[in-house]
């Protein structure tokens, strides 16, 4: 089942989006009421790969101050980044 068919999946990417950093919280919330509706499920796994990281290095790729390394470094999620930094 895609994300974009299971209201389940689509609540639960939005609670996650709820951060502990405001600048975070408004970033990715602002991002969800433009998008949600036509994330591909690529995009889905673009952003819950960057949900996972910790408040401050998301601000900082969010922000680009830094660039996604390790297991967020995939094209995937550079190309979900770049679109989040216009947002």
Partial sequence: MTHQSDPANRARLRWRSRRGLLEND???TRFLDAYEDSL???E????SRLLDLADNPLM???LAR???EGDVD?????ALLAR???A
């Fill in 66 to 68: 830094a660039e996604p």
């Fill in 60 to 62: 900082d790729l969010i």
């Fill in 84 to 86: 989040l930094r216009q």
């Fill in 74 to 78: 995939l094209p995937h999620v550079r």
């Fill in 26 to 28: 408004l970033i990715l």
């Fill in 40 to 42: 591909t499920d690529e």
């Fill in 44 to 47: 889905v796994d673009a952003l």
